[in-house]
């Protein structure tokens, strides 16, 4: 089986309402080691650049409103099929769709503040890593 690594991010919803443990508690719970993390608030600049993938989807100003509305905490988990067990535990986007007992079903306040991030693939978790995190600010 494969370790991997992937990028995490409990977004301000959750730092508002001190949800950090509860949510880390699941993550570890899940098997996933954090083996990076810090708290950031990120500037409008830097939410852009993050999120622009999204940036021709129609909630891309909001979701980047938000995601610099207060500080978020950014981290790396690493375990054996980090990116899909991340998503796994994560829930649907909209948490109404979520399924029980997942992150998103028990803490989102909404498709928007919805409480975490997680990376989709892969790919797309080397490129965020490398985007928050320095290799020497990982440890295993
Ligand atoms: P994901 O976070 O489950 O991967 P994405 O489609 O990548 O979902 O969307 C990125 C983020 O944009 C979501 O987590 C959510 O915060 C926000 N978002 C997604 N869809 C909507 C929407 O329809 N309205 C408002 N915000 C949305
Ligand atoms: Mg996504």
Redesign the pocket.
């Known amino acids: 089986m494969t370790q991997q690594r992937t990028l995490s991010i409990l977004?301000p919803d959750a730092t508002r309402r001190n949800l950090t443990g509860k949510i880390n508690s699941l993550i570890e719970g899940a098997g996933l080691k954090i083996v990076a993390q810090k708290r950031l608030h990120l500037s409008k600049q830097q939410a852009e650049a993050f999120?622009a993938v999204?940036k021709e989807?129609p909630?891309f100003g909001?979701?980047v409103d938000?995601m610099i509305s207060g500080p978020v905490v950014v981290q790396v988990l690493e375990g054996e099929n980090a990116v899909q067990k991340n998503r796994d535990i994560?829930g649907?986007?909209?948490p109404k769709k979520a399924e029980p007992h997942t992150i998103r079903a028990q803490f989102a306040e909404?498709?928007?503040?919805?409480s975490v991030?997680?990376s989709?693939s892969l790919e797309n978790a080397k490129q965020e890593i490398s985007f928050f995190f320095a290799g020497i600010e990982i440890l295993p």
């Open positions: 977004k999120y999204h989807r909630f909001e979701l938000f994560m649907a986007t909209d909404s498709i928007e503040a919805n991030h997680g989709d």
